[in-house]
């Protein structure tokens, strides 16, 4: 097992990011937010949702496996219920770094997703939000992950 700020380090690096989960209705949706936070820091972020094909005036796809060129690591901010269909898309793609997003709540956090996703080697950071961590981060993220540790919603270790 990893510290977590060492795989939000090592997943952050990574340059192409697919975002699983935007709304078509943005307002305070949390995939969207990371999806926007990740293309003002420079990310080439790639919006995922099979029922919409633009998202703030980006393309989105259908699913993981439409992104023309692939990514490097993906965010999963999904229903819990279809994260372990993401992170199975993920193991075939062979990506090796996924982020199941939670700040508060079940999130997208999902034991088989987590165990599936290890036993194929991939990294998976199961819960908490990569907008917690630099470079990706801002005041109030830093504060959410302070609470989060203290309060056992984030993981300390991967």
Not at 97 to 111: A, C, I, Y
Not at 116 to 123: E, K, V
Not at 136 to 151: E, F, I, L, T
Request: proline content about 7%.
């Amino acid at each position: 097992m990893r510290k977590i700020a060492d795989a939000a380090a090592e997943f952050l690096a990574c340059k192409r990011i697919a975002v699983t989960g935007v709304s078509r209705n943005p307002s305070g949706h949390g995939a969207n937010v990371v999806h926007k936070r990740l293309k003002d820091r420079g990310y080439d972020v790639f919006a995922v949702n099979p029922n919409a094909t633009e998202i703030d005036g980006d393309p989105c796809y259908p699913d993981i496996s439409s992104i023309p060129d692939g990514v490097d690591a993906v965010v999963v901010a999904t229903r819990a219920e279809l994260a372990e269909h993401a992170v199975k898309e993920c193991a075939a793609l062979g990506i090796q770094h996924v982020w199941l997003h939670r700040s508060f709540g079940p999130g997208s956090v999902s034991t088989a997703a987590t165990e599936y996703g290890r036993a194929h080697d991939i990294t998976v950071i199961d819960g908490g939000c990569p907008l917690m961590y630099p470079p990706a981060s801002d005041p109030a993220h830093r504060v959410m992950r302070w609470v989060g540790g203290v309060s056992g919603a984030r993981p300390k270790r991967v």
